[in-house]
């Protein structure tokens, strides 16, 4: 990948990081917030289904922020936009798509179909 391609996308992770870096801390102080004590029954199931739904969310923000932090890292070590399967080069396009790819079209859509046929 050339130079230019690599700031691109660095400049282009570490915004985003820190876009969810952000919100992730206000989704942190909104639920400290709103966590007092509910006397009622169902005011505690619709705060508790509520806190499950934010707490979903932050999980898989916290997967994006591992996938965006290896990707910097690859850019650092100079084999970002690599597939990790075939070891060819991951197109420009798909990169763009998808920022925190590992994989290249093609073994994607082979570890897809894989994941079909295994149920998993
Ligand atoms: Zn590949």
Redesign the pocket.
Known sequence: MKEKELKYFKKLLTSWLDDLLTHADSTMSGLRESDEALPDPLDRAVFDSERNFTLRIRDRESMLIKKIRKSLEDIEEGVYGT??????D?SIERLKARPVTR??????T?IETMEKLTGT
Do not use: D, L, M
């Open positions: 597939c990790e399967s075939c070891g060819e991951i994989h290249c079209i093609r073994c994607k082979q």
